[in-house]
């Protein structure tokens, strides 16, 4: 698998430098190239005593984000590359990725790109169902928002008058990595990634496919999208002697986003409908974000949200956003140093589970930025399917980047 | 044609001076400041931005910023942060309208993600600076009203109160350069207690096109908290023939990057 896996790439950057050559002859207009590094040291403190034998408290790690572009004909030809490398405590933390490598052309109402690129839709903030596009790097943040890069050709036609339609061709499926045994944030049993099948009998070569269509009209931007091919999420499935069947499903999710802006109003929705051969189900969150904005005159933004989850999977669906309601401020200072802070707590409506969670930034000097995040679970209810392997996992966060 | 235009309202403004309320004077000379600079139909240009605080210190932006002339409504514009590095591939996307409020999407390189915010907030610093995002905004005629305030030789002052009970000002005081396509030279700011806040001076000017003059410099001085912020504009092309799909969201989301 590996063997193809490299083939692959290379195959690629082949055809990739090909297009760029042609290109190069052609166009005799000058290219810009970047190259760009960010190095970050990061420490993870939980806490709490470990649940698990094997579990570590304090996780000191290194992470590195190199980056280069070259683009020519104005910037509507370009070759863009993000990779990313992770050594931490936790083995299964320690890994490496290629985010982004894609070859990119736009010319008049049409853009292609070929590659590993990251795509990202959806509206609101406290969950992201919509998005689907890419793979989870599960164990490099809670949230769920860092990405492994996904391999695609995509197309997007955009109109004036019509939106924009986007077609997705995924020839290959990313699974999704879980903590080694070290690690916290994990099951009493190591999940590992290459236990986990595939329905599909071309297991991560299923050919798959997605849809978007997006406009835009006065106060409102929606979305609507389709995908076909192997789930992002594993599915778990339990047989009579307790027994745990996991494996990624052939599922159809339709997606819709919508957001209304009405003068400090920002009006959210996102919802999905999934069906798999063993499993159909709807989900959606919806709410609203209230921005006071430059109150004290000094550029003091803060900004109120509250949007309520449902999930109709219940106790089987993977983040626990259930029926459950997310409360947060967003707090932008507006400062030479782009200081800003998110707080939140999302509040389980049956059961007694509260995860509370922080975010802070700050720009120091000119290259260097500092963050600040907490996450602690509070009182998680003994009959929560997933969290309740978590509860002991309340951690902060200290990281410091550095830009090159 | 416009030339002929142009002169038929310079005529009108100066030679009906007498016949004319304050008002109509005032939003005449708006509106041939506008009709000085119609037709430049698309630029690009390099901003430096350079934030002094009241103890001298300095800190440093670099953007890009992408326009696009619309005439039946207001212009189109895309911003893209080159600096500091951890918010390089910062962009924003706004379509200004003549009457209501802008529409403003923001792409998050991080993530990718392209989200739509509220414009809602006029008043607020632009990244830290002491420019307000609506100094910044395409400067169109209907968002104020006017009353013109006395002309010394080639410099004409006009006041203008700004139409939308959001703006951070009760009025400004514009200067126009007549004799030099109504370029403005200086603004005042008053804020809403209708006491001095920001002096905004243009130069380094240079005529672009033969017709379109742009300054180099912006300079905007706070007089209530003595910070400042410098604005540098180099690189100004006109030739780029940018079209409707360089503003797209698709094209914010290929500039940031």
Redesign the interface.
């Known amino acids: 698998m590996k063997i193809k896996r490299v083939l692959f790439f290379s195959m690629f950057l082949l055809i990739v430098s090909g297009l760029h050559l042609s290109a190069q002859t052609k166009k005799k207009k000058k290219t810009v190239q970047e190259f760009?590094l960010?190095v970050e040291g990061e420490y993870r403190y939980f806490y709490k005593d470990a649940q698990f034998n094997g579990q570590k408290s304090q996780f000191p790690a290194l992470a590195f984000t190199p980056k280069y572009?070259v683009e020519w004909d104005?910037?509507r030809e370009?070759i863009?590359f993000t990779g990313f490398v992770r050594f931490d405590i936790d083995n299964k933390r320690s890994h490496w990725d290629v985010r982004e490598l894609y070859y990119?052309k736009?010319k008049?109402?049409w853009?292609l790109n070929i590659g590993l690129k990251?795509?990202?839709w959806?509206?609101t903030e406290s969950n992201h169902l919509v998005d689907i596009i890419n793979q989870t790097d599960q164990v490099e943040s809670f949230d769920g928002?860092e990405?492994l890069g996904q391999p695609m050709v995509q197309f997007?036609w955009?109109t004036?008058n019509f939106g924009?339609l986007d077609f997705f061709y995924l020839p290959y499926h990313r699974k999704r990595e879980f903590s080694g045994a070290k690690g916290r944030l994990r099951f009493p049993v190591l999940l590992e990634k290459e236990a986990i099948s595939y329905q599909s009998n071309a297991e991560e070569w299923r050919q798959d496919v997605a849809i978007r269509w997006?406009h835009?009209m006065?106060a409102f931007?929606v979305g609507v999208s389709h995908f076909y091919g192997n789930g992002r999420e594993p599915l778990f499935e339990f047989n009579q002697q307790g027994e745990i069947n996991a494996f990624y499903p052939v599922i159809n999710q339709t997606g819709v986003d919508l957001?209304v802006?009405h003068?400090?109003?920002?009006w959210k929705l996102e919802s999905i409908y999934r069906t798999a051969k063993t499993q159909d189900f709807f989900a959606i969150v919806a709410g609203v974000e209230y921005?006071f904005?430059?109150i004290d005159?000094?550029?003091l933004?803060i900004g109120v949200i509250g949007e309520y989850l449902y999930d109709e999977r219940d106790d089987l669906a993977l983040n626990s956003l259930q029926n459950d309601l997310f409360i947060g401020s967003r707090i932008a200072f507006?400062?030479?140093?782009?200081t800003s802070i998110l707080i939140g707590g999302i509040l389980d409506l049956e059961k007694t589970s509260k995860i509370f969670s922080i975010e802070a930034s700050r720009?120091i000097g000119?290259?260097?930025?500092a963050e600040i995040e907490a996450r602690i679970f509070n009182s998680i209810d003994n009959k929560e399917f997933i969290l309740t392997n978590f509860k002991e996992d309340s951690f902060v966060k200290f990281s410091i980047?550095k830009?090159? | 044609m416009k030339k002929i235009i142009l002169s038929f309202v310079a005529i009108a403004v100066f030679g009906s001076a007498f016949a004319q309320s304050p008002e109509e004077k005032g939003l005449e000379i708006a509106k041939a400041a506008e009709l000085a600079d119609i037709g430049f139909k698309s630029s690009t240009v390099n901003i430096k931005m350079t934030l002094k605080n009241k103890n001298g210190q300095t800190s440093e932006r670099l953007l890009t910023t992408k326009t696009f002339e619309l005439n039946e409504d207001g212009d189109k514009s895309l911003i893209v942060f080159n600096s500091p590095r951890d918010v390089k591939g910062t962009a924003t996307l706004t379509f200004t309208h003549k009457k209501g409020s802008d529409d403003q999407w923001l792409f998050l390189p991080s993530i990718k993600r392209v989200k739509r915010i509220s414009s809602n907030n006029k008043s607020g610093p632009f990244v830290g600076s002491e420019f307000a995002y609506e100094d910044l905004s395409s400067q169109e005629v209907e968002k104020y009203t006017y009353k013109f305030i006395e002309a010394k030789g080639n410099l004409i002052t006009v006041e203008q109160d700004p139409v939308d009970p959001k703006s951070g000002y009760t009025r400004r005081l514009v200067t126009y350069n007549k004799d030099k396509g109504y370029r403005m030279e200086k603004v005042e700011f008053y804020d809403r207690k209708n006491s001095l806040l920001k002096t905004l001076t243009y130069s380094e000017y240079k005529l672009y096109k033969n017709k379109f003059w742009r300054a180099g410099v912006f300079k905007m001085s706070n007089k209530q908290s003595n910070k400042q912020t410098t604005l540098e504009f180099t690189e100004y092309d006109f030739d780029a023939e940018l079209t409707e799909e360089d503003f797209s969201q698709t094209a914010l989301k290929r500039a940031g990057k």
Do not use: C, H, I, P
Not at chain 1, 334 to 338: P, R, S, Y
Not at chain 1, 366 to 369: A, D, E, L, V, Y
């Open positions: 760009e960010e572009t104005k910037g370009s863009n990119q736009a008049g109402k853009e990251k795509v990202y959806g509206v928002e990405k997007t955009s004036e924009s997006s835009y006065g931007d957001q802006t003068n400090a109003f920002l921005t904005s430059n005159s000094n550029g933004d507006n400062d030479t140093k782009d720009r000119t290259s260097w930025k980047s830009f090159f």
